[in-house]
């Protein structure tokens, strides 16, 4: 089968790709610069240079394709022209979605986030969720924006389901939208040394194997129109590193760094990147989401599409042991 793949040099769309194109699909892979595109060199994937913003560069790439998987997405922290978040993740989504209509294309999954239904207020968060928060990111604003508009595609004739993953870690490129495995890699060589606020927020990790079974799954069983969350582990940030320590067997001391300590920073940050174009390690939004707890359930996935993610120690202990052969590698 022929399958198109936007984000195809990312994180998560990398992983895709590579499982995509080992299980014998050719994989129409979508990608902007040459430089990032040897992570998915296959014999059975076929590269076209475009972006999201070009129509004819998506079309030309998805002709022929039965089935498309969506990945790409504006996930930085911060930009100096906000209305980027908006033209890729938004409009970039309607051209996607426009080509799909017009090549006649059988399914298409959409990656969003977990970070759609807001943090856990009342309980666990599940698809059923009703948001009771302003969004805390432009990233999650023209996220939602995305997911509203991928729904009115539904009423035009297209079959579209809709992923949500929540933090994936993993082996990959270590980039900003992979900042857990980062946080893990520095850890172990001794330079993560912080806990933020009190270290009892939870979070849910998941690791990037599951997500792109996820997909897959939800490509072959998913509904139409609905979305299923691709979770892992809730766990502390306290709890998280303490499965990072066992399984690394790395004694590291770590300190506690209150929250108000870290608006200022993250607000002088933000204060330098707008004026000196230095791109901040984390923003004031950032810092105020942290705060938050944010448990999840991924059981309708579990349910419908025979979802089981691996446990957070399962999970680290894959990635601390890629992380080591990668370091081996490169001394």
């Known amino acids: 089968m ?39 060199k296959h014999a059975h994937v076929r590269l076209f240079k475009g972006n999201l913003l070009d129509q004819k560069s ?21 930009s100096k022209k906000p209305n980027r978040y908006h033209d890729i993740n938004v409009t970039g989504t309607k051209n996607v979605l426009e080509a ?38 432009e990233y999650e604003r023209t996220k939602t924006q995305a997911d509203s508009l991928a729904l ?44 933020p606020g009190s270290g009892k927020n939870i979070g849910n990790y998941v690791y990037i194997d599951d997500v792109v079974k996820g997909h897959i799954l939800a490509i072959e069983k998913g509904l139409p129109g609905e979305k299923y969350i691709l979770g892992g582990e809730n766990v502390s940030y306290s709890g998280f590193f303490k499965t990072l320590k066992k399984v690394s067997q790395k004694e590291h001391a770590l300190f506690r760094l209150p929250i108000f300590i870290m608006i200022f920073l993250s607000s002088f940050m933000k204060f ?19 705060t938050c707890d944010w448990v999840v359930s991924s059981d309708k996935a579990a349910r419908e599409l025979g979802y089981s993610p691996l446990s957070l120690e399962t999970g680290i202990k894959k990635t601390v042991a890629w992380l080591n052969t990668l370091d081996s590698k490169n001394s």
Not at 67 to 76: N, R, S, Y
Not at 111 to 131: H, I, M, Q, W
């Open 272 to 290: 330098l990147a707008k004026w000196f174009d230095i791109y901040p390690l984390i923003t004031p939004e950032m810092v105020k989401k942290l």
């Open 2 to 40: 022929k399958i198109f793949v936007t984000g195809a040099t990312g994180f998560i769309g990398s992983a895709l790709v590579r499982t995509l194109a080992d299980s014998g699909h050719t994989v129409h892979a979508l990608f902007r610069s040459r430089s990032k595109t040897p992570a998915i």
């Open 100 to 137: 799909a209509l017009h090549l006649g294309v059988k399914k298409a999954v959409i990656t969003s986030t977990a970070g759609v239904f807001g943090p856990s207020l009342d309980g666990c968060v599940d698809e059923n969720t009703v948001k009771k928060t302003e969004c805390f990111t």
């Open 58 to 78: 998506i079309e030309r790439a998805m002709s022929g394709c039965q089935w498309v998987f969506h990945t790409a997405a504006m996930t930085k922290i911060w």
């Open 152 to 195: 009115s595609y539904i009423e035009k004739g297209l079959h579209i389901v809709m992923v949500c993953p929540t933090r994936v870690y993993g082996p990959g490129l270590i980039k900003e939208s992979n900042s857990t495995t980062r946080m893990i890699q520095l850890y172990i060589k001794g330079r993560w040394r912080i806990i």
